[in-house]
C-alpha cells in the first residue's frame, strides 16, 4: 500500500502531538513523603484506587495525542492506493484523468483551485510505471474532440501544461463519455479520476443515461478540490430602463437587480455604471443570502444615437459574472403624424420624462410648429443640444396663443388639445384634436436624417 497527501504541508501539524505529553510532564507534582504508621492500612486502599486512576490518565493522554495526530492527517488529505505504484492490482494500467477547467475552478481552493488540481493530475501521471498508459481530458469539451491513452509522462506533462480555464460550465457527459470510449481497449487495470470542485454547474445536467457507453467495473473516483468558506456568490441579473424612452439631454433612470445566490451575505459591494467606457456612478450595497436588491442610478446621454452600457460588482473573492451589458438608442427629435379627417387629429411620440410632456399633460393643450432650414439652432435648443441662457425662446420672437406659445412670423402652427397618452415601446404614443390651424406660404421643411440636419426641395 501507498500513500501521498493532497496538502503535505499540513504534516508540520504532527509536531503538536507532543503537545498533550508536554502539558502532562510539566503538571505532575512532586511530593514529600511523610510515613505516619497509623495510616499504613488506608495507604494500601489508595493504591489499589490510584492504579485504576492512573489508568485512565494515561489513556486520556493516549487519546488527546492521537486526536491531533489524526486531526493533522485529515488536514493533508491523504489518498491511499495498493499495488504497484497508485494504482491497484497487477498488469499495466490504463488511467483517464477528467481534469475539470471551468469557470468556477478560478475561485475553488481559497483562489488557487485550478493551480492544485493540476498538482494533483501532475501526482498521478508521475505516479504511472513505465508500462501503464494514461490520458488526459479537460471537462469543457464538444465530444467531437480526439483523445487517445499515450504511455510517456513527458507528453502527458506537457498536455496538462497547455489546459487553461475555459469560459463555460463543465460538459460532464461528454467528458465521461470519451474515458469510457477510451477504456473499451483491453488492459490489466482500469481506472477514471476526475478532479473537480463539484460544482453545481454543469453536475446538475449530468446523467448516467445520457452516456452511450457505460462500465460500471471501471473504478470511477472523485478527488474534491474544496476551499475552507465557500466564495461569495454574486451577479447582475437584470437592468431596467426607467421610464418609456432615452432622450438626448434627458433624466436617464436606469436600475440594476443584483442576486446573491450564495448563503453569507455579500457586504460593501460596489455596483458602478459605465456608458461608453466611462464611469457615470457608483453605489454600496449589501445583499442578503440567497436574496436580491435593486440599484437605482440616473445620468444623461449628450449624444443621440446607439449608446453601449456597463453594470459591474466589484468585490474581493466574487464568484459569478461580475458585469452586465446592455444598450440604449438615445433620440433627440418628436415624431408627429398629421392624420386628415373631421376634426383633423396629430398622433406624435413623447418622452414621459420630457419637459414637453410634462407641460402637455398638465395643461391639457400644446402647440405645433414646423421648423425651415434657418431654425437649426432653435431646434437643437428644444433638443438639449445648444445652452440656451435666459429660457428656449430668448433672442427670438414669439407670441402667445390659448394653446401655447409659438415663433413669431412663421406662419404655420397648429393648436392641439391632448386627447389620449399610451406606451409604446420606450416611449408615449400621444394622440390629439387640432383646434386651430395657421397656414402661410410653404417653406422647406428642417429634416433630422441619421443623426444631422437635411432638407427636402423640388426637383
Request: hydrophobic residues 40%; proline residues 6%.
Amino acid at each position: 500500500m501507498s500513500v501521498f497527501f493532497l496538502y503535505p504541508i499540513y504534516l508540520a501539524g504532527l509536531m503538536a502531538a507532543s503537545l498533550p505529553i508536554l502539558i502532562h510532564l510539566l503538571n505532575r507534582r512532586k511530593l514529600k513523603r511523610v510515613r505516619f504508621p497509623a495510616v499504613r492500612f488506608v495507604l494500601l486502599s489508595q493504591k489499589r484506587i490510584s492504579r485504576s486512576y492512573r489508568l485512565r490518565h494515561w489513556l486520556l493522554l493516549a487519546l488527546r495525542t492521537l486526536a491531533v495526530i489524526l486531526l493533522a492527517l485529515l488536514l493533508a488529505n491523504p489518498i491511499f492506493q495498493t499495488g504497484a505504484g497508485l494504482f491497484a492490482g497487477g498488469g499495466p494500467v490504463s488511467l483517464v484523468v477528467l481534469l475539470d477547467n471551468s469557470l468556477s475552478m478560478t475561485w475553488s481552493g481559497d483562489g488557487d483551485g485550478f493551480k492544485k488540481a493540476k498538482e494533483v493530475a501532475r501526482l498521478l501521471i508521475s505516479s504511472l510505471n513505465d508500462s501503464d498508459r494514461a490520458a488526459l481530458i479537460p471537462t469543457n469539451i464538444s465530444g467531437k474532440e480526439s483523445f487517445r491513452l499515450k504511455g510517456e509522462k513527458e507528453v502527458l506533462l506537457k498536455e496538462l501544461d497547455g489546459i487553461e480555464i475555459a469560459d463555460g460550465t463543465t460538459n460532464l457527459s461528454a467528458a465521461l463519455g470519451k474515458a469510457y470510449e477510451l477504456l473499451n481497449e483491453p488492459a490489466g487495470q482500469k481506472e477514471i479520476r476526475l478532479i473537480t470542485d463539484l460544482g453545481l454547474t454543469g453536475w446538475d445536467q449530468f446523467s448516467i443515461s445520457s452516456l452511450k457507453q457505460y462500465d460500471p467495473s471501471i473504478p470511477f473516483k472523485t478527488i474534491h478540490i474544496g476551499r475552507k468558506q465557500p466564495p461569495l456568490n454574486g451577479t447582475v441579473r437584470e437592468v431596467r430602463l426607467g421610464g418609456q424612452g432615452v432622450g438626448v439631454n434627458l433624466p436617464l433612470n436606469l436600475e440594476a437587480v443584483v442576486t446573491n445566490f450564495g448563503d453569507q451575505e455579500i457586504k460593501d459591494l460596489l455596483v458602478q455604471l459605465s456608458i461608453d467606457g466611462q464611469a457615470k456612478e457608483q453605489k454600496l450595497t449589501s445583499i442578503p443570502p440567497r436574496g436580491e436588491t435593486s440599484i437605482s442610478f440616473q445620468t444623461r446621454l449628450t449624444q443621440p444615437g446607439a449608446h453601449v452600457g456597463q453594470v459591474t460588482l466589484k468585490k474581493d473573492g466574487l464568484a459569478g459574472n461580475p458585469a452586465a451589458h446592455f444598450a440604449l438608442d438615445a433620440q433627440d427629435k418628436l415624431k408627429v403624424l398629421v392624420v386628415d379627417g373631421d376634426p383633423p387629429r396629430l398622433v406624435g411620440l413623447l418622452d414621459d420624462e420630457s419637459d414637453l410632456w410634462a407641460a402637455a399633460s398638465a395643461a391639457g393643450r400644446f402647440t405645433v410648429q414646423p421648423l425651415g432650414p434657418a431654425d437649426r439652432q432653435f431646434a437643437d435648443r428644444f433638443a438639449g443640444l445648444m445652452p440656451a441662457p435666459g429660457g428656449l425662446f430668448s433672442g427670438y420672437g414669439w407670441e402667445p396663443t390659448d394653446w401655447g406659445p409659438v415663433l413669431a412670423g412663421r406662419g404655420s402652427w397648429a393648436g392641439c388639445r391632448l386627447d389620449t397618452a399610451h406606451t409604446l415601446g420606450w416611449a408615449l404614443l400621444v394622440q390629439a384634436t387640432i383646434e386651430r390651424i395657421e397656414l402661410a406660404d410653404p417653406v422647406p421643411p428642417l429634416v433630422h436624417h441619421r443623426g444631422r440636419y437635411t432638407e427636402l426641395r423640388d426637383s
